[in-house]
């Protein structure tokens, strides 16, 4: 499953996501931007597991934003909504877990997530609050994560690209599938979104040469790590 990093800090939230989609046994079928951003709201979604249901849970999450103009509203019905999701069968054969960072009109920076399926982690098609942050993947050591620049206060930029440097090295079981063998699962490259109340950043922070059709292979290195060089752009429209 993707690797991600969801983190809240006073005014803003920070994401972290690689770009590879793949085959349960590992062969890349696509590299691509997976934070997908309201351009009307400051609310972002990231998801992992089969890629047509992170689109399509991504659109109807985004419709409900379009129908109430408002975080908490958007939020608010799909808390209520997963329930009747769940009682459809939908993603019953296509596990997917969608995380989301926003900007709550009561709340500030928040993150929360739900999964559609069992992994002993959280009950599923709930929508679970984590005002610490979230993040799916395998973390070094205490010890090392101090290594990488980890502190409470600091931004992604400043450990995330070491972080998934390790993460890119190590085989992982993916939780939806739980009998499949482990794969190499962090690839394509690694993005930095930040969620704002007036708008979205981006920054392309690393670049791997992994290609459609091949297995990640992590013994080919990041093409430059481009992190806190104040490259960013924008990708909405903002709002007022």
Request: charged fraction near 20%.
């Amino acid at each position: 499953m993707t690797g991600f990093i969801l983190k809240p800090f006073a005014d803003r939230v920070e994401i972290l996501s690689d770009g590879a989609n793949y085959t349960p046994d590992g062969v890349v079928v696509d590299i691509r931007d997976k934070v997908k951003t309201y351009p009307a709201l400051p609310l972002a979604v990231v998801g992992s597991g089969s890629v047509p249901v992170i689109d399509a849970l991504s659109d109807m999450i985004f419709v409900v934003a379009k129908a109430t103009e408002s975080v908490d509203g958007t939020l608010a019905i799909l808390a209520k909504s997963l329930a009747a999701i769940e009682s459809e069968g939908f993603a019953e054969d296509s596990p997917a877990r969608i995380a989301i960072g926003a900007i709550s009109e009561t709340r500030g920076p928040i993150t929360v997530f739900f999964s559609t399926f069992h992994d002993g982690a959280a009950a599923p098609f709930e929508l679970h609050d984590r005002p610490f942050g979230f993040g799916q993947g395998e973390y070094p050591p205490p010890e090392e994560m101090v290594a990488t620049g980890y502190a409470a206060g600091a931004g992604l930029a400043e450990y995330g690209p070491l972080l998934f440097e390790y993460m890119r090295t190590r085989k992982r079981p993916n939780p939806a599938y739980p009998d499949a063998e482990p794969i190499y699962s962090i690839g394509g490259h690694l993005d930095l979104t930040v969620v704002r109340g007036d708008g979205y950043e981006r920054r392309r922070l690393v670049t791997w040469p992994d290609a459609v059709g091949a297995k990640i292979d992590p013994s080919r290195g990041a093409q430059g790590i481009l992190f806190d060089d104040g490259t960013a752009f924008g990708d909405g429209a903002g709002w007022e």
